[in-house]
């Protein structure tokens, strides 16, 4: 007697895995959906971590901006960092959540290197910014340059600090103004003005000829100029240098004529004092 044929379609076994998983995933989100009313609840605390000397967690807090009654799930947190990073003083933020009811944030100051600029601050990665002006600190170096440029000018900076450390043109300020010019500052008070080419292949001159020439005569000096292909010339306080400036010539102003052969006598100059009966390369050739 023949089987009746059995024709209802039946799925393959390979199928069967996913289609388990589906419905558990299923499962899952409504039950989660069903449940976060019951996690989502009510914020209690916002707690502020970090090293903190410019900034307080009450600032941070204002910044952070959560309105009030905002449950744990309902606040962005990407939000809440951005404006906690709009602070002049945050380097970094991270933000997250923290069951039952509390978002914790962790704040990284920034650590400020030297003035940039008339209102602004450089911190310790080359980064520009302008916190209140109440809030910039006393005794930090004096750098300026073009926006986008404040690492380049740190870095130049640090290498010509280190380098001239405990020398008599130890600085505290290097400024690189629109042009491309550089101008260091010595602690002393005397404006090295260096040119558009890199800063730091000036150092050698500066430890070289231009100490063996103005040894003694530092107090004297305003500013010195190594913008020059063969030397350098000298700016005197007051015109109290030995080379007089030009007539009417503003205070301080330099004998080009005078500080160049200066500079070429320096150059050439032996590194020891000058031979009985010769005469030290002053300044005071002059027409």
């Not at 959906?33 to 410019?54: E, S, T, Y």
């Not at 990284?108 to 601050?121: F, H, M, Q, S, T």
């Not at 870095?155 to 600090?161: F, H, K, L, V």
């Given at each position: 007697?023949?089987?009746?044929?059995?024709?209802?379609?039946?799925?393959?076994?390979?199928?069967?895995?996913?289609i388990?998983?589906a419905?558990?995933?299923a499962?899952?989100?409504?039950?989660?959906?069903a449940?976060?009313?019951l996690?989502?609840?009510p914020?209690?605390a916002?707690?502020?971590?970090g090293?903190l000397a410019?900034?307080?967690p009450?600032?941070?807090a204002?910044?952070a901006?959560?309105p009030?009654?905002?449950?744990l799930?309902?606040v962005?947190l990407?939000a809440v960092r951005?404006q906690v990073e709009?602070?002049p003083?945050?380097?970094h933020?991270r933000?997250?959540?923290?069951?039952p009811?509390?978002?914790?944030?962790?704040?990284?100051?920034?650590?400020?290197?030297?003035?940039?600029?008339?209102k602004?601050?450089?911190?310790?990665?080359g980064m520009?910014f302008?916190?209140?002006?109440?809030d910039?600190?006393?005794?930090?170096?004096?750098?300026?340059?073009?926006g986008g440029?404040?690492a380049e000018?740190?870095q130049?900076?640090?290498?010509?600090?280190?380098t001239?450390?405990?020398?008599?043109f130890?600085?505290?300020?290097?400024?690189?103004?629109?042009?491309?010019?550089?101008?260091l500052?010595?602690a002393?008070g005397?404006?090295l003005?260096l040119?558009e080419?890199?800063?730091?292949?000036k150092i050698?001159?500066?430890?070289?000829?231009?100490?063996?020439?103005?040894?003694?005569k530092?107090?004297?000096?305003?500013y010195?100029?190594?913008?020059y292909?063969?030397?350098f010339?000298?700016?005197?306080?007051?015109?109290?240098?030995?080379?007089?400036?030009?007539?009417?010539?503003?205070p301080?102003k330099?004998?080009p004529?005078?500080?160049?052969?200066?500079a070429?006598?320096?150059?050439?100059?032996?590194a020891?004092?000058?031979?009985?009966g010769?005469k030290?390369a002053?300044g005071?050739?002059?027409?």
């Amino acid at each position: 007697m023949a089987m009746p044929m059995n024709d209802a379609p039946t799925l393959p076994r390979a199928l069967l895995p996913a289609i388990v998983a589906a419905a558990l995933l299923a499962v899952i989100m409504l039950l989660g959906h069903a449940i976060k009313p019951l996690l989502n609840r009510p914020l209690q605390a916002l707690r502020v971590d970090g090293q903190l000397a410019h900034l307080t967690p009450q600032q941070i807090a204002a910044a952070a901006a959560i309105p009030a009654g905002a449950r744990l799930f309902d606040v962005h947190l990407d939000a809440v960092r951005a404006q906690v990073e709009s602070l002049p003083w945050v380097a970094h933020a991270r933000v997250s959540r923290v069951w039952p009811g509390r978002i914790a944030v962790r704040v990284w100051e920034r650590k400020p290197y030297a003035l940039w600029g008339d209102k602004g601050l450089v911190d310790e990665e080359g980064m520009a910014f302008t916190p209140p002006a109440q809030d910039l600190p006393q005794g930090l170096p004096r750098l300026a340059g073009p926006g986008g440029r404040e690492a380049e000018v740190m870095q130049d900076y640090q290498a010509m600090a280190e380098t001239l450390a405990g020398g008599a043109f130890a600085p505290d300020g290097l400024r690189l103004d629109a042009r491309g010019s550089w101008t260091l500052h010595s602690a002393g008070g005397i404006e090295l003005r260096l040119g558009e080419d890199d800063p730091r292949d000036k150092i050698a001159l500066l430890q070289g000829a231009v100490m063996h020439t103005l040894n003694d005569k530092l107090a004297q000096v305003a500013y010195v100029d190594l913008r020059y292909s063969n030397g350098f010339a000298v700016g005197w306080k007051n015109d109290a240098g030995p080379c007089p400036a030009l007539k009417g010539a503003a205070p301080g102003k330099a004998r080009p004529d005078c500080g160049r052969k200066d500079a070429t006598q320096a150059m050439n100059a032996p590194a020891g004092p000058p031979a009985a009966g010769a005469k030290a390369a002053e300044g005071n050739k002059h027409e």
